[in-house]
């Protein structure tokens, strides 16, 4: 049981360029999130998914997609990368109970 | 505004120091409270979670409180030792609709010298 699973853990990218950052969990868990970390700033909810093929936006979804195709998967797209989007971002689970689970983070850093 | 304050922002103390953290929320619809512990450049661990209808949660030297009526919450930790040095965050679970949004506080950095 790997929880759950974030790749890459490190990613520079020049602006204007685009990746997705990936995230995978092996728990069964209907509910998704995708949070940003910056410094001083606590944790700020991008987006997030009740279940496979529903996605909803959070505080700060601007310049940023989701898809979630299956139960596992909840992968975060960045189209034309911004300095702003430097960031440390989780992805994390949620139980019935309400809690939640993170991934390890992936550190970005737009150029 | 929603907010989650966690006073001190940084806390050192000598190992074997029996130690408290504290959090505190504006909005009374805060529903559960989570507490987690982040090493540096790692993700969150969660430590507790105490739900709406308790008051505290006990796992092994931690001990965490939620007083709703006050609208706090406290992570006590008894004789702690180096290797609790991390950074503690708590956050609010708001129930409402298709999800339960999380509001984080900024965090604790706790340093426990040998």
């Known amino acids: 049981n790997a929880g759950v699973t974030q790749t890459p853990k490190f990613r520079i990218l020049k602006i204007g360029q685009s990746m997705t950052l990936q995230c995978a969990q092996d728990?069964?868990?209907?509910?998704m999130y995708w949070y940003r970390q910056d410094p001083g700033m606590g944790l700020k909810l991008i987006y997030y998914s009740v279940g496979a093929g529903i996605t909803d936006k959070g505080e700060v979804p601007n310049g940023y997609n989701v898809s979630r195709s299956t139960t596992e998967d909840f992968p975060l797209r960045l189209e034309l990368a911004a300095p702003s989007q430097t960031s440390v971002y989780f992805c994390?689970?949620?139980?019935?109970?309400?809690?939640?689970?993170f991934g390890e983070g992936s550190r970005l850093t737009v150029l | 505004k929603q907010e989650v304050t966690q006073i001190p922002a940084a806390l050192s103390v000598p190992e074997g120091e029996n130690l408290v953290l504290n959090c505190s929320f504006t909005?009374?619809?805060?529903?559960?409270l989570q507490w987690f512990r982040q090493d540096p450049g790692k993700g969150l661990t969660s430590l507790l979670l105490?739900?709406?209808?308790?008051r505290e949660q006990t796992s092994g030297r931690l001990n965490a409180s939620l007083d709703k009526s006050s609208g706090r919450s406290t992570l006590y930790i008894a004789a702690s030792q180096p290797g609790d040095s991390a950074t503690y965050l708590c956050a609010g679970i708001l129930k409402g609709g298709a999800t339960n949004k999380l509001i984080f506080g900024t965090g604790t950095l706790l340093a426990v010298q040998p």
């Open positions: 105490i739900q709406s209808s308790q």
């Open positions: 909005d009374s619809a805060i529903y559960n």
């Open positions: 728990m069964n868990h209907n509910y």
């Open positions: 994390a689970t949620r139980v019935h109970t309400g809690e939640l689970f």
